[in-house]
């Protein structure tokens, strides 16, 4: 029934682990010249007192609300464009067409408008801290 959403999602999942792959090297090539040009001019009194990793800690973390939201979107699409499919089926004459295209809008916009609301939902909370 989604087929026409596996190759660009297996596409989309290669291309994104190739390239965090790469990160990966080069952040770590990037600290390593980093380290390098420390040397021994860093001795353990300059730093004393003068970082504090509290701060650095995130105190919410929006990944869940944004997932959620885009499954609960992408639900949302599905059933909306099940019921879109159910009604007008009799209507056109050739109902894979119909199907391919309200399934695939119904499922881009309502998982679209979940991550809209997870970033709004972002907002609200970022502005009462």
């Given at each position: 029934?989604?087929?026409?959403?596996?190759?660009?999602?297996?596409?989309?999942?290669?291309?994104?682990?190739?390239?965090?792959?790469?990160?990966?090297?080069?952040?770590?090539?990037?600290?390593?010249?980093?380290?390098?040009?420390?040397?021994?001019?860093?001795?353990?009194?300059?730093?004393?007192?003068?970082?504090?990793?509290?701060?650095?800690?995130?105190?919410?973390?929006?990944?869940?609300?944004?997932?959620?939201?885009?499954?609960?979107?992408?639900?949302?699409?599905?059933?909306?464009?099940?019921?879109v499919h159910y009604n007008f089926a009799d209507f056109v004459e050739n109902t894979?067409?119909?199907?391919?295209?309200?399934?695939?809008?119904?499922?881009?916009?309502?998982?679209?408008?979940?991550?809209?609301?997870?970033?709004?939902?972002?907002?609200?909370?970022?502005?009462?801290?």
């Amino acid at each position: 029934m989604l087929d026409f959403i596996m190759v660009p999602a297996v596409v989309g999942i290669i291309t994104l682990g190739i390239y965090k792959l790469f990160e990966l090297f080069v952040r770590k090539k990037e600290r390593l010249i980093i380290i390098d040009k420390i040397g021994d001019k860093l001795t353990p009194d300059i730093l004393s007192g003068q970082i504090d990793f509290s701060t650095n800690i995130p105190k919410f973390s929006s990944s869940a609300l944004k997932f959620g939201c885009l499954f609960m979107g992408l639900g949302i699409g599905m059933l909306v464009a099940f019921a879109v499919h159910y009604n007008f089926a009799d209507f056109v004459e050739n109902t894979y067409y119909l199907r391919s295209a309200v399934y695939g809008s119904c499922v881009l916009l309502f998982g679209g408008l979940g991550l809209l609301i997870a970033f709004i939902v972002e907002l609200k909370v970022s502005k009462k801290k």
